[in-house]
């Protein structure tokens, strides 16, 4: 049996990639990659020419049956994502679980995630959190805000620039405006940024400067005093 390792990537900054993902991306048989262009311009980075292979959300549940069989050969696979680890808002999930189901053998690498930075440099709790990265954007989110309405660890949500805005006021509408926010966009790039106060404070701001890049909003738990 081969080995599926799930190797993480920088969100940003080059060097954030470690010295063990550059070695088994280098050694693998197969680069599985969310997008083979993005991928391209990583690997080509750091010197790396294995053979890229397509693997997104859209052809997971087609590509993970015969990226078993490779394994099951004996082959080396890698599993990469366009920034960031795998599996976390980003696919994954499902061929890691085709391959436990096999009895393959999985090693995800420690390395780049945005959310953990942001949670950790927000000023809020990060003892116990909640990560529910993109809220469902339209059946279902109402739903799942009211849910999240009386929970008392901080929240953890990823958002795009087109909808940070909108996903703020509803906070305030859900969770009340004075509820503490951090939003931090551009993680470990040039123009990394954290905003934060109450989300009242954040939404004004935002409505003044326009929203750019991806985002991280971090919000306080319910009854959680500074």
Same mark, same amino acid.
């Given at each position: ?130 990560? /529910?990265? =993109?809220? *469902? ?6 739903? #799942? ?5 009386? %929970? &008392? ?19 305030? /509408?859900? =969770?009340? *405006? ?6 931090? #966009? ?5 123009? %990394? &940024? ?19 890049? /991806? ?12």
């Amino acid at each position: 049996m081969g080995i599926l390792y799930v190797v993480p990537t920088p969100v940003g900054n080059m060097e954030d990639m470690t010295l063990r993902a550059i070695r088994i991306l280098k050694e693998a048989d197969l680069v599985l990659a969310e997008d083979t262009r993005t991928s391209g311009i990583l690997l080509k980075h750091f010197g790396i020419q294995q053979h890229l292979l397509s693997h997104h959300k859209f052809n997971e549940h087609a590509t993970s049956a015969s990226v078993v069989e490779r394994l099951r050969a004996g082959q080396t696979v890698a599993l990469i994502s366009d920034a960031g680890t795998p599996g976390i808002s980003d696919p994954g999930f499902f061929l890691v679980r085709e391959a436990v189901r096999a009895g393959i053998e999985v090693q995800t690498l420690p390395g780049a995630t945005a959310f953990v930075p942001a949670l950790v440099s927000s000023g809020l709790p990060c003892d116990r959190f909640c990560f /529910e990265g =993109f809220l *469902p954007q339209k059946k279902g989110r109402q739903t #799942r805000l009211q849910w999240l309405a009386d %929970e &008392e660890r901080t929240m953890v949500f990823y958002e795009s620039p087109y909808r940070v805005v909108k996903t703020l006021q509803q906070f305030c /509408e859900v =969770f009340g *405006p004075d509820r503490q926010v951090s939003v931090c #966009r551009e993680i470990s790039k040039v123009y %990394e &940024e954290s905003v934060r106060g109450s989300l009242s404070e954040v939404v004004a701001h935002f409505l003044e400067h326009e929203p750019r890049g /991806e985002f991280v909003i971090v919000v306080e738990g319910k009854n959680h005093k500074l």
